[in-house]
């Protein structure tokens, strides 16, 4: 663990419990408290953000890989829109992380039930009707080794029973930047690539964007992990 780490950490704790104490008694102000806990976290590491693409801001879904708490943090740095975030329903039974999760209209999912497509199905669809977005990592957790790991199909189940349209987001460099796994934190340059909305009217539309994220990733994540090495030389 570097001094970063620790700092972060701990910002980040005692955010959550202002956080929860906030949401709670000022609950039409969410969205914003959200917004300045992400836009502080970038400015303490601090980031360097480099887009590619446009970020489609009317796009009802976004699929992005996972390697980082960051990856979330970006997004709501940079969507002018209230995110749902889909995350795993035993997240929200944590002390004082569960709180936070359950008060900004999170979709919570229980992998494990053979419910979870029909509940994800009714969160996304709620989420729709109130024009709020939809964030999705399709690997279902952060991956250790830096790696794309498998998509779950879920979320195309979802878009194309809803007609939804979906977009493809690439983030590179995220886990040199804060690791959860090694305990480190370090200043340097992350790039996000807004890859082309997607229509799921289109046949072989999820298997062309898992290729399109997958390819994407593995270009840019050498050359963004070397620039973030001689940044920190």
């Known amino acids: 663990m570097n001094l970063k780490f620790f700092l972060i950490c701990i910002y980040s704790f005692v955010m959550l419990l202002i956080g929860v104490f906030l949401m709670f008694f000022l609950k039409k102000y969410i969205f914003l408290l959200r917004k300045l806990w992400a836009f502080t976290i970038i400015k303490l590491l601090p980031i360097e953000i480099e887009e590619r693409g446009i970020l489609d801001v009317d796009a009802d879904i976004m699929v992005l890989n996972h390697n980082s708490v960051l990856d979330a943090i970006l997004l709501e740095y940079l969507h002018p829109k209230e995110i749902s975030w889909v995350t795993k329903d035993m997240l929200s039974k944590l ?3 569960g709180y936070v999760l359950k008060l900004p209209k ?3 999912i229980d992998p494990t039930k053979r419910s979870a ?3 994800l199905l009714g969160e996304v669809d709620k ?3 109130e024009q ?3 964030g999705i990592f399709p690997e279902g957790r952060h991956g250790k080794t830096g790696a794309i790991g498998h998509f779950q199909k879920g ?3 979802v878009a194309e029973h809803l007609h939804l349209t979906v977009q493809p987001i690439v983030l590179s460099n995220t886990k040199n930047i804060f690791n959860v796994d090694t305990f480190t934190a370090s200043s340097g ?3 996000i690539t807004y890859l082309e909305t997607m229509d799921t009217s289109r046949d072989n539309w999820f298997a062309d964007m898992e ?3 997958r390819e994407v990733y593995a270009s840019g994540s050498p050359a963004m992990a070397e620039e973030a090495d001689n940044d920190n030389r």
């Open 95 to 97: 002390p004082v992380f």
């Open 106 to 108: 999170l979709i919570l």
């Open 117 to 119: 497509t029909k509940t």
């Open 127 to 129: 989420a729709h009707s």
């Open 132 to 134: 709020r977005p939809v």
């Open 155 to 157: 979320i195309k189940v």
């Open 189 to 191: 340059k992350i790039r």
């Open 211 to 213: 290729t399109n994220i």
